[in-house]
Each structure stands twice: as C-alpha cells, then as structure tokens.
C-alpha cells in the first residue's frame, strides 16, 4: 500500500532556532509533495507545493526563505523552519501525489510533525 | 480563489444518534477527501470521494459534483466518533488541496 511517513513526529525548538522536517514515501513514487501548516485553532493552508521536474512553487505569506524545501527524489522531501518563532508553532502535513497516477487521484498524508515553539 | 465551506462548525450528539456533516465548494469539484483528526492528533484519509456514494461501516459519503457539494453521515454514532471532520478539495491540476475549517464533533453518552 501507499504510505506517507514523517520524521519527527514532534520537536520543540528555541525560538530563533531551526528546525528540519522530513516526508517519505513508501510504496509508490510522488510526482508532487505539498507542505501543509495547521496553527493552533486554524485549518490546513497550503505552504508550498514541490512537483517534479518544475519550480518549488510557494503560497502567498510562505517564501523560500523561510521555508526552504529540499525534493532531491520521488520518495522524500525535507522542509526547514528557518529562525522559528512563535507564529510558526502547528501540526506540518505532507501530502503526495503518486506519480503515474489518474489524473485526479487521491492524495496521501503523513501523520504530520508538531512543531512547538518555546 | 477556491472556497471550501463546512457545516456545522460543531456538533454534539448523544451516543447512537446520527450525523450528517456538509461541505461546500465555490469552484468546480475535481477530487475532494474527507478526513478525520483527533484533538492534537494525526490527519486519517476517511474517504476519497470525488463522486458518488461511499460506504464504509456506520460513515457514508455522497458527492455530487453539479451542485459542488459533499456529505459526511455517521450512523449510530459512538464516543470514538468524537473529534474534528475535515474535508479538503484538489484544484485544477490536483496537485494541492484546499481545506475546509471542519466539524468538531462531540458524542457523549
């Protein structure tokens, strides 16, 4: 089956700190990986979107700079929180699309990293 | 750009009651989840529905892509049901999903 796994599940960093985040998938390649942010008492919004073979495209009030993404293959993705603060504390989800898949298919999830700012 | 609405935005229920949980959407509908959290806890996939009718024990959705809307209905509702019902949408490309706010649900006894 598809799996999406996420490494760590939880961390507390200082703030002003960095923190990095890893997605892996198992069992199937991912043409795309999204990054997903829930702060505290708020839905899922979309961080960034990593496709293969494009641009690491980012959402509006999330920048590279901040959230720089590595994708070097089908199977994982790392995103860091650079210079951690207060605001950037929530659960971080990954999403993967597999590759050679329907055109609409289903997207699997990580169980997320919870990252606690102190 | 793209709307997910859900209703309610919370709901209790006395343990074997019933629930029907709704989710809009503003744009045309390619493929849309619905998934489960537990307070503090994990995202888990409950359907991929993106048309039509599904069944999976006591949880049935139904999808109806002309009038951009889907529904989540728990029958005889437990305890163990207690937590937040999200549904999320794909775009276009099907490359990322939008979110709705969710419904938390409450069973007591």
């Known amino acids: 089956g598809a799996l999406v796994y996420q490494y760590p599940r939880r961390t507390i960093c200082k703030s002003g700190t960095s923190m990095r985040m890893e997605c892996q998938a198992v069992g199937f390649q991912a043409t795309s990986v999204a990054w997903y942010r829930q702060s505290p008492q708020k839905t899922f919004e979309l961080i960034a979107l990593?496709?293969?073979?494009?641009?690491?495209?980012?959402e509006q009030n999330f920048t590279q700079e901040k959230f720089p993404i590595s994708h070097p293959n089908l199977s994982f993705s790392s995103m860091t929180v650079l210079n951690a603060y207060l605001e950037d504390r929530g659960l971080y989800l990954c999403?993967?699309?597999?590759?050679?898949?329907?055109?609409?298919?289903?997207?699997?999830f990580g169980p997320g990293t919870r990252l606690t700012v102190l | 750009g793209q709307q997910v609405q859900q209703s309610p935005t919370s709901l209790v229920l006395q343990e074997g009651e019933n629930a029907e949980l709704q989710c809009n959407f503003s744009?045309?509908?390619?493929?849309m989840q619905w998934f489960y959290q537990r307070p503090g806890g994990s995202l888990i996939s409950v359907f991929y529905?993106?048309?039509g009718t599904k069944q999976s024990g006591r949880l049935t959705s139904t999808t109806v892509i002309k009038e951009r809307r889907s529904s989540l209905h728990i029958s005889s509702s437990q305890i163990t049901d207690s937590g937040t019902y999200l549904c999320?949408?794909?775009?276009?490309?099907?490359?990322?999903?939008?979110f709705g706010a969710g419904t938390r649900l409450k069973v007591i006894a």
């Open positions: 529905n993106p048309s």
């Open positions: 999320a949408m794909g775009d276009t490309g099907n490359y990322k999903y939008v």
């Open positions: 744009t045309s509908l390619n493929s």
């Open positions: 999403g993967a699309r597999r590759l050679g898949g329907r055109v609409y298919a289903e997207q699997f």
């Open positions: 990593s496709t293969v073979n494009s641009a690491i495209k980012y």
